[in-house]
Structures are given as structure tokens and as C-alpha cells.
Nanobody, 127 residues
Framework: QVQLVESGGGLVQAGGSLRLSCAASGRTFSSRPMGWFRQAPGKEREFVAAISWSGGLTYYAESVKGRFTISRDNAKNTVYLQMNSLKPEDTAIYYC????????????????????WGRGTQVTVSS
């Protein structure tokens, strides 16, 4: 059984930065791609970023490219999302997920490709 726990959310002014963390339990973390999604009120959960099991490959949503960076530390069973130049439209609950398989492909854009999720952490960006 895998548990994912996000942390690092909060209230920040536009232009500011936050770093989210997602700590995973279990022995499968180092072999699975991980992703970050977000969900704003009244909207569907949307893809933000994903990273391969080794950390060597990453995908980003167009809306966050150049501002957000996903990384991981397999020794610590943790994946991170560094968010810079935050905008009010980045306001959402941010969730981390673990991919069902070890392969890293365009399937990471879909939430259905993930079989474990954390409970989320709130990020609020004020204008």
C-alpha cells in the first residue's frame, strides 16, 4: 500500500514562489513516475507536471512551462514542485499522484493513469 502526503502549500502574492513536497511511503516510489495535478474550484483536475522514475525525463503543462520545476529524490521518497512567478490563476488544490506503471509516456497527462493520490495541499495566489 502506498500513501502520498503533500505539503508546502500556502498563501503567496503574485510573483512569489512556493515549493511543494510529496512524501511517499512504500517501496515502489523509486520505480514509478510521479505527477502533479491541480484542481481549482468548479474546474476539473488538470495536469501540471510529471517526472520519470529516474528523474531524467519531465513533462509540463504549457501554462506552467518556464515557471514550475518538478524534481525527485528517490533516497527520500519525495517528489517536489518548485513554483516560481506565481499567478492568481495558479490558485488551486495541488495533488501528487503515482503512475500505475513504470513506463513514462504521454499517458502521464491523464489522471486515469495514476493509481495513488495524496489528499492535496492548497495554494492561493493573491493579486
Amino acid at each position: 500500500q502506498v500513501q502520498l502526503v503533500e505539503s508546502g502549500g500556502g498563501l503567496v502574492q503574485a510573483g512569489g514562489s512556493l515549493r511543494l513536497s510529496c512524501a511517499a511511503s512504500g517501496r515502489t516510489f523509486s520505480s514509478r513516475p510521479m505527477g502533479w495535478f491541480r484542481q481549482a474550484p468548479g474546474k476539473e483536475r488538470e495536469f501540471v507536471a510529471a517526472i520519470s522514475w529516474s528523474g531524467g525525463l519531465t513533462y509540463y503543462a504549457e501554462s506552467v512551462k518556464g515557471r514550475f520545476t518538478i524534481s525527485r529524490d528517490n533516497a527520500k521518497n519525495t517528489v517536489y514542485l518548485q513554483m516560481n512567478s506565481l499567478k492568481p490563476e495558479d490558485t488551486a488544490i495541488y495533488y501528487c499522484g503515482m503512475l500505475r506503471t513504470t513506463s513514462f509516456s504521454s499517458s502521464v497527462y491523464s489522471s486515469t493513469a495514476y493509481n495513488y493520490w495524496g489528499r492535496g495541499t492548497q495554494v492561493t495566489v493573491s493579486s
